[in-house]
């Protein structure tokens, strides 16, 4: 079956621009998680959805950052006035229910001129 | 809160050779552990999780690690390395906060496999 999708698997903008990143999870999975890999870093946590509510956003570094999830299924990452600090992969993930295997797709690749 | 160190950044073995990849942890409840792989330009795949069952876990790939409670550790080994897992590799911590896995991270180590 079809795994987690991410798009665009690459973006580059200049510095202050608007972009919107998109995850398309395992179909059925109800917890949907995004991450973000700095350079020779491990991924860490920004925020956790059950469904359409986001349960946990302690992750997210500051307010330029949002996250929604409108019908529970597609989630989108939304940054605003990019960074050039922001340049990362952004790596989705999802889980079935209160399992506790997350299931990662293939990130996006952010790059702020 | 949750931390994991993995000792080596980069670890390079013969072709054939043991494998063996440091996961050191610490959590305030009953972990969750598991070991990620990542290739170039790839996404995080599972290789093998401990969930408070035996504490001998095998994974895909011939890879098994052992969770050690006294020493806080959860080792990643292979008896044979293969010239096919030259990748990095991710150990993470889970605890249940609210409903939510999420995932603490080491670094990760980078496996060279040297022919």
């Known amino acids: 079956g079809a795994g987690v999708s991410q798009t665009p698997s690459n973006k580059v903008t200049e510095k202050g621009k608007y972009v919107e990143l998109r995850c398309d999870p395992i179909s059925g999975h109800t917890a949907l998680y995004w991450y973000r890999q700095s350079l020779g870093q491990g991924p860490e946590f920004l925020i956790y959805f059950q469904g359409t509510g986001a349960a946990d956003d302690s992750g997210l570094p500051n307010d330029r950052f949002f996250a929604v999830r409108p019908e529970g299924s597609v989630s989108t990452l939304k940054i605003q006035r990019t960074e050039r600090g922001d340049s990362a992969v952004y790596l989705c993930?999802?889980?079935?229910?209160?399992?506790?295997?997350?299931?990662f797709g293939p990130g996006t690749r952010l790059l702020v001129l | 809160a949750q931390s994991v160190t993995q000792l080596g950044s980069h670890v390079s073995v013969s072709e054939g050779a043991l494998v063996l990849l440091r996961c050191n942890y610490s959590?305030?409840?009953?972990?969750?552990l598991f070991w990620y792989v990542q290739y170039p330009n790839q996404g995080l795949q599972l290789l093998l999780k401990?969930?408070?069952?035996?504490?001998l876990v095998k994974g895909i790939n011939g890879f098994e690690a052992e969770f050690k409670k006294s020493e806080t550790s959860f080792h990643l080994t292979k008896p044979s390395a293969h010239m096919s897992d030259a990748a990095e590799y991710f150990c993470?911590?889970?605890?249940?906060?609210?409903?939510?896995?999420?995932?603490?991270f080491g670094k990760g180590t980078k496996l060279s496999v040297i022919p």
């Open positions: 959590s305030s409840v009953p972990p969750y």
């Open positions: 401990y969930t408070s069952a035996a504490t």
């Open positions: 993470a911590v889970s605890d249940r906060v609210a409903g939510s896995y999420q995932l603490t």
């Open positions: 993930a999802s889980s079935f229910g209160q399992e506790e295997t997350q299931y």
